[in-house]
């Protein structure tokens, strides 16, 4: 390891943080010079200008993105990446302008890095080959087209050439701080270094490096300059020569973003400015660019609301549905009539609404004023609206109105229950429950009593009863089952309960998978006096009675009181006969009927790829008068039933609505939804995403004090820049850039009203190709895993099969050579039925035509094949001893890995678990605890191999691998792995990750925001693992030179540490009974 060296320059001559300009346009992106030209990214599309930032034009002006522009050497040429066709490729385009030339078609990102010295030539870094999407390889293409050849297999994600083209100056681990992920300082495993490899004589020069982040290398003169956060203040440019560290630059409130380099002079973006550093002098200075345009995004426009549907509710009696749409709220006429906007708010959201029990009035939520309020207007939109101030901090739900109209229910983000008194103009808190959870509520007929569910210490979900008389709540179920979905009738309060759901409670767990969860249907009897609704039925006469005339008979129905005795009830809840499985969201229909949701269990299926799991839910109706349940439809996500109880919402996502009698057999319609149409002003709806994504920040942070931040002065810092924004894409960069400042794993944004076409479909036929003698010759081709039926492979299919050395001459008819991009013959086929023409060798020896299906995505059959790879190294080199297990996660992919891979190799006495680049889920308690679990017992049997309880285990030594990608659920792993004392964990330290995943609302538009809102500590009190990761026992760094080798060098030290382990520690053979027993009575 070189000393941590590096010399800063003079704070006089370099751009200080507090000194950035503020004129010309702003967020221009990712700077390139030439000798006499600037080219950058604004608004998604290129623009080129003099060196000076004068005289800008524009480029490109196609709606999808295009990025990382790079000169060629000449300063003729730019090479950039573009998603076009909804697939991010590598383009050129003349620096004088005019048509761009599409250089790959491969499905996976291809990010421009730079040219080959002479210019021939375009680097590009991709993850099509890799076994882990989260690692990238780098690629040359010439410009003139054609094959596309992989410069190393090591990993590289981002690097330059020397000028003489024997070294790569180059970032061989992944960044924290990228994409949407928001992290400004990550002092985790995923700081990156910057490597120079000496690709002729295979050495390896590693910049000297702090934990700090290390990116953007690029050469100038011979010496690597490159973008470093090791001042821990913020990113600022550095050059390495002579064998040490130079800082050239000295920000303090922006980070620099990119930087590229021409001759003498750097040009970087900072704070969405451009600035050129002369390094003679030493001096930097703002580039003026004003831009005069405004992108088709800005362009105010009618949007389709459907897409962000989040809630449907049906009126008293059907006639009209209320949908909360994109912000705004309508009403849908059942049949006859017209959609109504009864918002129409530009900038503002409105959210969860909810119909007046006699439909004249709707109720709803609105983020107006940056604060969240209640607004009840007429259904027709008429007359002024009547708001409700709410808590000045916190995220509201609206859950119901009462029957009788006075009082609304609502919660916050707080995890607390709320009633609002609309005659008393009075707000009542409830209730407040221990765990997150939505609060379940339903009023009963006379509206004197709420019920509704909270979480308790053990987990369980209780259900309570509020008393709008008495105003105090008191515990309907006893705390021992896990209660759910209350809704009342007139004599009983009906809900869902299981017992056997404890093991499924916390989600975090990976113990929870699979785990299935059985309830029953119950019915609490109200009255002390009341009868069960399954009482023994008798037939009788009974003598005719004359109906009574009361003075009501013209007048609207007098509500019946409900007689609700607490006195005993536990004592009066009856189980309906429907066997138990998975229920929830219970009704009443008008006849007495009960409606409720049955879901699958988890783990009960696999389905095939493309299956939509949201809707998988199915509406059962139980009648009384038959005691049995009948299925009304399948295929659902919900339901709504209306307050009369009459009709039936089906909601099937992300935005089919049909309309049906609440009967045993209906005949849904499909609701016209054509008409929920909002009106959006981009910039103004921009505006509303960012405050409420600053807002979620606050609100429901872990940390109500936000680590001590000024978060108001966070928003007065990026808020000027949403004047700069052009597309929602650019709206997302600021708003990562801004989420950063906490400095925090876990803090994502993105998504949204972005611009997307449709994919062309390009075709892959897993395998891996080669050029020789102008053809391309099969090298690899990749089998997937013969037990897992949705795994296909194209060319592994027997009777349309293809091996390794075969020579692929033709696709569907037309000649393949070194010339031509494989990828482009095979764009649009993914899916479809095509003609491949083998051949023995290039001179075509039997020459043969098979058709196939390409796929769209080959990453799982290249994962396993490095897994399968791994397993039978492991298997050879130890003869048999240890078993190899793979996890590329801790959440559906670990759980299935484990499972498949640990128990199947139990015979074995050690095991090396890899976990390297494990993408995280959930926290592994599932696996360390079968890792963890002793021997108890060994069975022997009259004939045959004896058995053990637990049933399946490795008792002997036990190894980690991790590495600096496994991060979230793959920090927590090896956290409890070496916490439990299993084993040595080898490799790198890891990501650094453990504060979890979001409880907000998604953003208006239909984005993303991952606020992160628990954190882990651990059993002895510490706040760890966060921002640090988990340190390996055995240091062993992934050797780049090694790995173009073919050698592992993380996977050898496993095996050789396991191995002695085992040497010196042979376990037990449990599997050996004793001597039999030779007297009687032992």
């Not at 680097?123 to 410009?143: D, I, K, W």
């Not at 659902?636 to 039933?641: A, F, K, R, S, W």
């Not at 505006?687 to 007065?716: E, K, S, V």
């Not at 994502?748 to 010759?777: C, E, H, M, S």
Request: hydrophobic share 35%.
């Amino acid at each position: 390891m070189h000393a941590r060296s590096y010399l800063a320059l003079c704070c006089s001559l370099v751009l200080c943080g507090n000194a950035l300009a503020s004129e010309g346009s702003r967020l221009l992106r990712q700077p390139d010079i030439s000798a006499n030209q600037l080219v950058f990214v604004y608004g998604g599309d290129l623009w080129i200008a003099n060196r000076d930032g004068s005289a800008p034009r524009q480029l490109t002006s196609h709606p999808a993105a295009e990025f990382a522009p790079k000169f060629s050497p000449d300063g003729n040429w730019i090479a950039f990446s573009a998603a076009y066709d909804n697939n991010t490729d590598v383009y050129v385009i003349p620096a004088t302008g005019g048509a761009a030339k599409r250089l790959t078609w491969h499905p996976g990102a291809d990010t421009v890095n730079g040219w080959s010295p002479d210019g021939s030539k375009v680097l590009f870094a991709s993850n099509r080959e890799v076994a882990n999407s989260r690692s990238n390889q780098l690629y040359q293409v010439a410009v003139s087209g054609g094959y596309e050849q992989k410069l190393m297999p090591a990993v590289a994600f981002e690097g330059e050439l020397s000028a003489d083209g024997k070294k790569l100056a180059y970032r061989p681990n992944n960044l924290a701080y990228s994409g949407s992920s928001g992290w400004r300082l990550h002092r985790g495993g995923s700081t990156p270094p910057i490597w120079i490899l000496d690709l002729e004589q295979e050495k390896l020069e590693k910049v000297p490096q702090p934990n700090a982040n290390n990116l953007n290398p690029f050469w100038l003169n011979n010496e690597v300059y490159f973008l470093s956060d090791r001042d821990n203040q913020a990113v600022n440019l550095f050059r390495y020569r002579n064998q040490q560290v130079e800082q050239l630059t000295t920000l303090r409130d922006w980070d620099i973003r990119s930087a590229a380099g021409f001759d003498n002079q750097v040009v970087y973006e900072a704070g969405g400015y451009l600035y050129q550093l002369d390094l003679t002098s030493g001096q930097s200075q703002q580039l003026v660019v004003q831009l005069n345009t405004q992108s088709e995004q800005r362009r105010p426009q009618w949007k389709d609301a459907t897409k962000t549907l989040t809630s449907a509710r049906l009126s008293a009696t059907g006639q009209r549905i209320l949908v909360s749409a994109r912000g705004d709220i309508f009403t849908v006429p059942a049949k006859e009539g017209s959609t109504r906007n009864l918002t129409q708010s530009a900038g503002v959201r409105e959210f969860d609404a909810h119909w007046s029990p006699d439909g004249s009035k709707v109720a709803y939520i609105s983020d107006q004023g940056n604060q969240h309020q209640l607004v009840i207007s007429n259904q027709d939109g008429s007359s002024q609206a009547t708001t409700i101030a709410l808590g000045s901090s916190g995220y509201y739900n609206l859950l119901s109105w009462s029957p009788d109209a006075n009082v609304l229910v609502y919660q916050d983000s707080n995890l607390n229950l709320y009633a609002y008194d609309l005659k008393r103009k009075r707000e009542a808190k409830l209730d407040t429950s221990l765990r997150r959870q939505n609060f379940s509520v339903s009023f009963s007929p006379d509206s004197r009593y709420l019920a509704y569910t909270t979480v308790g210490e053990n987990y369980f979900s209780q259900i309570k009863i509020y008393d709008f008389t008495l105003q105090r709540s008191q515990q309907l179920t006893d705390g021992l089952s896990h209660a759910t979905s209350p809704v009342f009738s007139q004599d009983y309060l009906y809900f869902a309960a299981s017992v056997n759901t404890g093991p499924a409670q916390v989600g975090l767990d990976l113990s929870t998978r699979e785990r299935p969860v059985r309830s029953a249907l119950y019915a609490a009897v109200l009255a002390a006096n009341g009868k069960s609704p399954l009482l023994p039925r008798s037939d009788e006469e009974s003598p005719k009675k004359a109906a009574a005339k009361t003075d009501t008979d013209d007048k609207a129905a007098v509500v019946k009181p409900v007689q609700l005795d607490f006195n005993g009830i536990q004592d009066r809840i009856v189980g309906l006969p429907v066997a138990e499985r998975n229920y929830r969201r219970l009704e009443v229909a008008s006849d007495g009927a009960l409606f409720y949701l049955e879901l699958p269990q988890s783990g009960a299926s696999n389905e095939p790829p493309g299956n939509d799991n949201r809707n998988s839910a199915s509406l059962y109706r139980f009648d009384f008068t038959e005691r049995k349940a009948t299925l009304v439809q399948q295929g659902l996500n919900d339901y709504e039933l209306s307050s009369d109880g009459k009709k039936l919402l089906l909601v099937s996502l992300p935005n089919r609505l049909q309309l049906a009698d609440a009967v045993a057999k209906p005949e849904p319609k499909t609701l016209d939804l054509s008409q929920v149409r909002s009106f959006i002003d981009p910039a103004v709806e921009w505006q509303q995403i960012f405050d409420d994504a600053w807002r979620m920040q606050r609100d429901y942070f872990y940390d109500p004090a936000l680590h001590g931040i000024n978060w108001q002065g966070i928003y007065d810092k990026y808020q000027p820049m949403l004047a700069h924004v052009q597309r929602r894409e650019d709206l997302n960069d600021v708003l990562v850039e801004m989420i950063a400042e906490l400095q925090v794993g876990h803090n994502r944004i993105g998504g949204g009203d972005v611009y997307q076409a449709a994919a062309t479909g390009v075709g892959l036929l897993g395998a891996d190709f080669a050029i020789d003698n102008n053809r391309y010759r099969i090298q690899t081709v990749y089998q997937g895993d013969r037990w897992s039926p949705f795994l296909r492979a194209p060319l592994a299919t027997p009777g349309a099969s293809a091996k390794a050395g075969d020579y692929l001459l033709a696709i569907n008819g037309v000649e393949l050579t070194a010339a031509q991009n494989i990828y482009q013959l095979l764009d649009n086929t993914a899916g479809k039925q095509v003609r491949l023409t083998l051949a023995d060798d290039v001179r075509g020896r039997n020459k043969r035509d098979i058709t196939v299906e390409p796929v769209t995505d080959e990453s799982q059959l290249r994962l396993w094949h490095w897994v399968e790879n791994n397993r039978k190294r492991v298997e050879e080199k130890t003869q048999g001893q240890v078993a190899y297990v793979y996890l590329p996660n801790t959440a559906d992919g670990g759980f299935y890995f484990f499972n498949r891979m640990f128990f199947a190799q139990t015979e074995k006495p050690a095991l090396i678990i890899d976990e390297r680049k494990n993408g995280g889920g959930q926290a592994a308690n599932y696996i360390t605890e079968i890792l963890a679990r002793p021997f108890l017992a060994g069975w022997k049997d009259r004939a045959g191999a004896g058995f053990t309880t637990p049933g399946a285990g490795i008792y002997g030594p036990k190894t980690m691998l991790i590495d600096q990608d496994a991060g979230s659920g793959g920090d927590f792993l090896p956290w409890a792995f070496k916490r439990l004392g299993l084993g040595k964990t080898i490799g790198t330290r890891t990501w650094g990750g453990l504060i979890g995943i979001s409880a907000n609302p998604a953003m208006i538009d239909g984005g993303f925001h991952v606020v992160p809102y628990f954190r882990f500590y651990t059993p002895d009190g510490e706040w760890r693992v966060e921002n640090e990761g988990v340190a390996p026992d055995i240091e062993v760094e992934l050797d780049p030179i090694a790995v173009n080798r073919g050698i592992d060098v993380q996977l050898e030290r496993a095996i050789e540490h396991t191995l002695q382990q085992l040497k010196a520690n042979p376990p037990q053979d449990h599997r050996q009974a004793p001597a039999m027993p030779t007297k009687l009575g032992l």
